[in-house]
């Protein structure tokens, strides 16, 4: 049997597309024996021990163990294995790590294969170890669309090599492959000794946030990955935001890693700095009690919830966050859109205060003093409303039970006030009352006294006519003394609510003929007209009725001017007396007063009693007495009394 002296090779490579390509070829060329094949590290080990091949092509990015990683172990399984290593990463600086590492051979996958084969068969028959095979090896000048793709090459090289944040390539299973400056100034130690280490190493101990990064991007599906952490060796504590995105194939399949580290240790500082200074204020609000204060997103959904909302309100942050703030008001108010429009105002205007009444979780009314705000970012965009609100229902209160003390104390001062107005006005009145009726008692008096002394002392030398003269001034005076005397006695009763009335039906006609009788004794010179129906009958006291009957024509010859006119009429169950004279009327400022007591006229005649005993007579009887303005028919007005006919009902 025929010896296989060809050269043994196995081929490691997780791409499936790679190992075909390879394994086709070398069976076409024939040139080398295919004892195995592999696709990740841990498999290079076994084959190695197994097979111990003269030739082994390794990836170097790996799922689970990659190429640097593997590549001591295939050594130590096998000594005299030539390891090429087989690298999608341009060499710079990986192929001086492989070669510390102990590999033979770096070779990039873009050689094309015929190179790629022709290296492997050098360097199984002894050729120079230690090489590395780029695509443009041995190539002069590239020329044409390789020469374009060169530069821009190149150009990609630059903007990685001077971007001012870190930045590498890594294999699947974390190992560097290549770094910029701006990483090895963030390690503070030189590119080429950070080649090939395992990045886990360099996170200050943050190795299993690494692992669980890389477990997102190579097998999670995801395509980008951050972790944070500290760096290794910084004597000043800087941290990092490392952040991991998976380079794919056609098929979506992670080739290798690419990574991006930036220095965060002054924003995260400034992130920590606002995150105590909102802990504190989140703290300070949660301890004020008196208070509802609480965030508004921009529609006026309840986002934050503080102690002081809870006790004023009656809602937990549970209950109430995510609801519109309208809960607050009455029906009525938030029917109207009020709540929108407070928002309106306050983004208008910058904030919007107001007091009124709101609503409690239990659906009682409390009333507040509330405030609202708009809340903007550092950019200036709108981000919500803080809203405070403070139960204010003792408060106001208090404030009207104030406003209702001094409104009653005003009152009580004006009513003390009016009735110390009326006291001096009563003071005033009596005292002129006690003048009048001093004098209205001394005129009479002095009068009777007179005719009294000239018939005693001088009946013989007076004649006939004098005697007749003299008795009838004695009767007239007696008759204005009894009537005097009739009006104080009245109204003293009145005042006493003593007064007895004693209705019986009565002809009016008669009535007021006797009184014009009464009256023209004391002036009969006066013409009284009487002017009333012999059949109309009043219901009333006929001596009470007589007196008030007296008193408006003893007025209206007093303070009116003859003829004095009677005018009884028949108004349903009652009959209107009216007392019409021929003056100038009662003055209007004087109107109001007319029938109250010890009201006199302007030349202050009288004693104030007579018009105020006609009312007081007229409700006696359930009627009344009252004084009618000027019209066309009375120019002077009329003095209006009404009383009861015998069909009315008892007063």
Do not use: C
Request: aromatic letters at 6%; proline letters at 4%.
């Amino acid at each position: 049997m025929e010896t296989d002296t060809r050269p043994s090779i196995v081929v490691v490579d997780d791409a499936v597309e790679v190992r075909t390509l390879l394994r086709t070829r070398l069976r076409l060329s024939d040139q080398l024996r295919l004892v195995g094949e592999g696709s990740d590290g841990r498999q290079a080990v076994d084959l190695a021990r197994e097979h111990q091949p003269a030739l082994m092509l390794l990836d170097v990015s790996m799922p689970g163990m990659d190429g640097l990683e593997a590549l001591p172990a295939v050594l130590e399984a096998s000594p005299r294995t030539l390891v090429a290593l087989y690298s999608g990463f341009e060499e710079q600086g990986l192929a001086e790590r492989a070669f510390q590492l102990g590999a033979a051979a770096f070779i990039e996958k873009s050689t094309p294969v015929g190179s790629l084969e022709d290296r492997l068969r050098a360097l199984a028959a002894g050729g120079t170890p230690r090489t590395v095979l780029t695509p443009g090896a041995g190539r002069a000048h590239p020329a044409g669309d390789q020469g374009v793709l060169d530069e821009h090459l190149e150009r990609f090289r630059e903007v990685f090599e001077e971007a001012a944040i870190g930045m590498a390539t890594m294999t699947l299973s974390g190992h560097l492959v290549r770094t910029n400056r701006a990483l090895a100034e963030l390690e503070e130690r030189p590119s080429a000794h950070m080649i090939g280490l395992y990045y886990g190493d360099l996170t200050g101990g943050a190795e299993r946030a690494f692992q669980s990064a890389l477990q997102e991007v190579v097998h999670g599906g995801q395509d980008v990955a951050q972790f944070a952490h500290r760096l290794t060796g910084a004597l000043d504590g800087r941290r990092v935001r490392a952040t991991l995105a998976p380079i794919r194939d056609s098929a979506g399949r992670p080739l290798y890693l690419f990574l991006q580290v930036q220095d965060v240790t002054a924003e995260e500082a400034a992130i920590e700095g606002l995150r105590r200074s909102e802990e504190r204020f989140r703290l300070l609000v949660e301890a004020v009690e008196d208070y509802a204060i609480f965030m508004l997103d921009p529609g006026g959904h309840i986002v934050s919830w503080n102690s002081g909302a809870q006790r004023s309100k009656g809602y937990t942050a549970e209950e109430i966050i995510g609801q519109h703030f309208r809960v607050f008001y009455p029906p009525e108010v938030a029917a109207a859109k009020h709540p929108e429009h407070e928002l309106e105002i306050a983004l208008r205007e910058g904030h919007y205060e107001e007091e009124g009444w709101r609503l409690r979780k239990d659906g009682t009314r409390f009333w507040a003093n509330v405030l609202i705000t708009a809340v903007f970012n550092a950019a200036g965009d709108h981000v919500g409303f803080a809203k405070v609100t403070r139960d204010t229902t003792e408060r106001r209160r208090l404030a009207q039970d104030r406003e209702r003390a001094a409104e009653s104390l005003a009152a009580a001062n004006d009513e003390l006030a009016l009735l110390n107005a009326r006291l001096e006005q009563s003071a005033e009145q009596q005292a002129q009352f006690l003048a009048v009726t001093a004098h209205e008692l001394r005129t009479p008096v002095g009068a009777l006294g007179g005719a009294a002394d000239l018939l005693s002392g001088h009946w013989e030398q007076l004649t006939d006519e004098e005697r007749a003269e003299l008795l009838a001034a004695l009767s007239s005076g007696t008759s204005r003394l009894r009537r005097l005397l009739d009006d104080l006695l009245t109204a003293s009763r009145l005042q006493a609510s003593a007064l007895q009335i004693q209705p019986q039906p009565a002809h009016l006609q008669e009535l007021a003929s006797q009184a014009a009788i009464v009256v023209q004794r004391t002036d009969p010179s006066a013409e009284i007209k009487v002017e009333i129906d012999g059949d109309l009958r009043v219901l009333a006291d006929a001596d009470r009725l007589a007196q008030a009957l007296e008193n408006l024509l003893t007025n209206a010859l007093r303070h009116g001017a003859a003829p004095v006119r009677v005018i009884g009429t028949l108004a349903g169950q009652s009959v209107e007396i009216r007392v019409v004279d021929h003056g100038s009327g009662v003055p209007e400022d004087l109107r109001e007063r007319l029938f109250e007591r010890f009201v006199t006229g302007a030349y202050r005649e009288g004693t104030g009693l007579g018009l105020f005993i006609v009312r007081e007579l007229a409700r006696a009887h359930g009627g009344d007495a009252g004084y009618e303005a000027p019209s066309a028919e009375f120019p002077a007005g009329a003095f209006l009394m009404t009383i009861p006919t015998p069909s009315a009902p008892a007063p």
